[in-house]
């Protein structure tokens, strides 16, 4: 099975900001929609962002104004800019794409985002 590789993330204080890519290595395909999600200790895997093939961006209520997710497609990879991180943000962090010709999702193996206060 492909995995999607996620780069970036490691420590941080509160305040700082941190960027996170994601590539599909080796892809020729178009991919739909790209995704980040975030997992934390003993919680359930929820969606910070998605961006659409057209650009459209959608985000969850506690990163508004924090984070801006944008891709590439050249490259079939997406970035997640993260500024003003929170200890809250602390985390997991999971890319996903779509292929867009058959809706299937690939996702990445994760990548930890550790804030400090």
């Known amino acids: 099975q492909v995995h999607l590789v996620e780069s970036g993330g490691g420590l941080a204080q509160a305040g700082e900001s941190q960027r996170l890519s994601c590539v599909f290595p080796?892809?020729?395909?178009?991919?739909?929609?790209m995704g980040w999600y975030r997992q934390a200790p003993e919680k359930q895997r929820e969606v910070v962002a998605n961006?659409?093939?057209?650009?459209?961006?959608a985000y969850v209520d506690f990163v508004k104004g924090r984070f801006t997710i944008s891709r590439d497609d050249a490259k079939n990879t997406v970035y997640l800019q993260m500024n003003s991180l929170k200890p809250e943000d602390t985390a997991v962090y999971y890319c996903?794409?779509?292929?867009?010709?058959?809706?299937?999702?690939?996702w990445g193996r994760g990548i930890q985002v550790t804030v400090s206060s």
């Open positions: 996903r794409m779509t292929r867009a010709s058959s809706g299937f999702a690939y």
């Open positions: 961006i659409s093939s057209g650009g459209t961006t």
């Open positions: 080796g892809s020729s395909f178009s991919i739909n929609s």
